[in-house]
T-cell receptor, first 118, second 115 residues
Framework: GAVVSQHPSWVICKSGTSVKIECRSLDFQATTMFWYRQFPKQSLMLMATSNEGSKATYEQGVEKDKFLINHASLTLSTLTVTSAHPEDSSFYIC??????????????FGPGTRLTVL | AQTVTQSQPEMSVQEAETVTLSCTYDTSENNYYLFWYKQPPSRQMILVIRQEAYKQQNATENRFSVNFQKAAKSFSLKISDSQLGDTAMYFCAFMKHGAGYALNFGKGTSLLVTP
């Protein structure tokens, strides 16, 4: 089946620095990617939708200047957490939607990236 | 906006027994999809079962089945013959038809299967 990878799987950074998380579709093209954030023992919350060749769509309450999303190609979407603070520490998961017309088919989730900001 | 509610933060079941996880949702949509996802300790999201809202027949996947009550906006998951490998977080999720495929997740239920 289709595979989505994320890199890095775990990152620790100092407060005030920026961190880039990559999400790649390995054997298919994805014009759209979803970015979710999951705090410990909590649910996945949709942060934004990245669209290849256009601006990302952010959910209400998500700071677009803090969480920069770039969908540079049909196989790569990146999330950059700028000026990270300890409260940004979380688990970030990307996913590619099912193919059009196959809404019931599986979404392709990446394995996630654990971000710890010291 | 759609809300998904899972009222059981934690549940425990003995191996080989049956357990039911509850999920209710709120929507004004008529055409949508419902899912149960499993998140084991590895954190990788795994699709367990899916249901189209316009289908009255409850979905079944091996030991997993759902009880979909559209009028009541209820979508419970039944796990039969529970196995130790079923230990995980289970998330109920809602997806509106034709709205870009983003999933709206409930808060999850942590299921522990004991020997």
């Amino acid at each position: 089946g289709a595979v989505v990878s994320q890199h890095p799987s775990w990152v620790i950074c100092k407060s005030g620095t920026s961190v880039k998380i990559e999400c790649r579709s390995l054997d298919f093209q994805a014009t759209t990617m979803f970015w979710y954030r999951q705090f410990p023992k909590q649910s996945l919350m949709l942060m934004a939708t990245s669209n290849e060749g256009s601006k990302a769509t952010y959910e209400q309450g998500v700071e677009k200047d803090k969480f920069l999303i770039n969908h540079a190609s049909l196989t790569l979407s990146t999330l950059t957490v700028t000026s990270a603070h300890p409260e940004d520490s979380s688990f970030y998961i990307c996913s590619a939607p099912p193919l059009p017309g196959l809404e019931l088919s599986e979404q392709f989730f990446g394995p996630g990236t654990r971000l710890t900001v010291l | 906006a759609q809300t998904v509610t899972q009222s059981q933060p934690e549940m425990s079941v003995q191996e080989a027994e049956t357990v039911t996880l509850s999920c209710t949702y709120d929507t004004s949509e008529n055409n949508y999809y419902l899912f149960w996802y499993k998140q084991p300790p590895s954190r990788q999201m795994i699709l367990v079962i899916r249901q189209e809202a316009y289908k009255q027949q409850n979905a079944t996947e091996n030991r997993f089945s759902v009880n979909f009550q559209k009028a009541a906006k209820s979508f419970s998951l039944k796990i039969s013959d529970s196995q130790l490998g079923d230990t995980a977080m289970y998330f109920c999720a809602f997806m509106k038809h034709g709205a870009g495929y983003a999933l709206n997740f409930g808060k999850g239920t942590s299921l522990l299967v004991t020997p």
